[in-house]
């Protein structure tokens, strides 16, 4: 079968999955409107973690070497006692591990990120923005289709793909599944590095890992600024969302940890509240000539740095499998999300596990701090092979 000419398809959203997703699509020639339903494509947050997998996705889009320039390469990753401040366990992220899986791992602001991949994006011809849109339905046809946004407008196209997050109205349109509410709530803050406490001014992602608490930091901005992100599980009954929140509530749930991570606690000057959420894994988040992407089809809490690295990986493998299909979307997305949902799975379920092993106490927290007790730098990587080793040239084969 022959790839019909100018293919066009639709996506709802400009995160960096959309934008990912937008950049991948064109590689193979496709036009693509881009929907999305802030008044100006942008991001919000602090800063992001990328893994070598993320780094073999941004080299595939072409736009990896920008994002280098603009993230903090680190040197390892280190899981610290909160109570004792004891190191639990500590992975080199050096050479050795940049040779081992063809990348570094690096933190970045997420706002870099995302222009890094949407610079690309405003130089591309065969990308349109929309900007100001809500989209309220859609319509999947035989042969196309239809987006109707709030304000009554229709597009229509060859295929659609729903990048619009955790509450993705695509989703709920096509294949219904809810997102499950964590119960976890997460502060998140930047920090300049002269009200950094000099101690804590380390060139890694530093978590602490306490009774039903934990408190991440690493460097931003090639040190300038440093995020501050902390979680812990809520007394309240949460919905979804993001708020300002509040030092005081923070310091009532970070009683008794040692006073090395507490002092970080007082250094922001304000602070963002997440309500998390994640979804069970489904079997299929495909529906004809329409398909989902990052959050929108596997939404996950960020205990393993992947939710991010997890929608640049969908974006690859969904390019790689349209060009391997010949233009037929259907074929194509059958075969994305066959590679896509069981790998995706195994992170959502990693994820959850790890948070109940960051968030341990008793003698739960004992075992915790014995886990990785002798292990050598190459059974860590071992063990992680299964995640940092994905690249273009395997994205297709399941993993």
Not at 302 to 327: F, K, N
Request: hydrophobic share 40%; net charge negative.
């Amino acid at each position: 079968m022959s790839k019909p000419a100018q293919q066009k398809v639709i996506i709802v959203g400009g995160g960096i999955g959309g934008l990912a997703a937008a950049l991948s699509l064109t590689r193979q020639g496709i036009e693509v409107l881009l929907l999305e339903q802030a008044d100006e494509i942008g991001e919000i947050g602090a800063g992001i973690q990328l893994g070598p997998n993320a780094f073999a996705a941004l080299d595939a889009l072409g736009v990896g070497q920008v994002a280098r320039e603009r993230a903090v390469f680190t040197d390892h990753i280190t899981m610290m006692d909160a109570i004792d401040a004891t190191e639990v366990v500590r992975v080199e992220t050096g050479e050795r591990f940049r040779e081992k899986f063809g990348g570094p791992y690096a933190v970045i602001h997420r706002a870099d990120i995302h222009l890094s991949i949407l610079e690309a994006v405003q130089d591309n011809p065969l990308i349109t923005f929309k900007t100001s849109t809500h989209v309220e339905d859609v319509k999947i046809n035989k042969d196309g289709v239809e987006v109707k946004d709030t304000q009554g407008q229709v597009y229509k196209a060859d295929a659609l793909i729903g990048c619009d997050g955790v509450k993705s109205v695509v989703r709920a349109k096509t294949i219904g599944a809810q997102h499950r509410v964590t119960g976890h709530v997460v502060y998140r803050a930047v920090v300049d590095r002269e009200n950094m406490p000099e101690d804590l001014c380390i060139n890694a992602p530093v978590l602490w890992a306490g009774p039903r608490c934990h408190l991440v930091h690493y460097p931003l901005r090639a040190g300038a600024q440093y995020n501050l992100v902390v979680t812990f599980h809520s007394r309240e009954q949460e919905e979804w969302g993001v708020r300002e929140g509040s030092k005081e509530e923070v310091l009532s749930y970070f009683d008794g940890i040692h006073p090395r991570p507490a002092q970080m606690l007082d250094r922001p000057t304000s602070w963002r509240r997440w309500a998390t959420a994640d979804a069970d894994p489904v079997e299929s988040w495909s529906m004809g000539r329409c398909t989902l992407l990052g959050d929108s089809a596997h939404p996950m809490t960020q205990y393993m740095a992947q939710g991010a690295c997890m929608a640049l990986e969908d974006a690859v493998t969904l390019g790689e499998a349209v060009a391997r299909s010949d233009g037929d979307f259907e074929a194509a997305f059958k075969l994305y999300e066959s590679i896509r949902v069981p790998r995706t799975a195994r992170v959502v379920w990693s994820t959850r596990e790890m948070g109940l092993i960051y968030h341990a106490k008793g003698v739960e927290r004992q075992v915790r701090n014995l886990l990785w007790k002798g292990k050598s730098q190459e059974q860590f990587y071992t063990q992680l092979e299964w995640l940092y080793g994905w690249k273009k040239e395997n994205c297709l084969e399941p993993r």
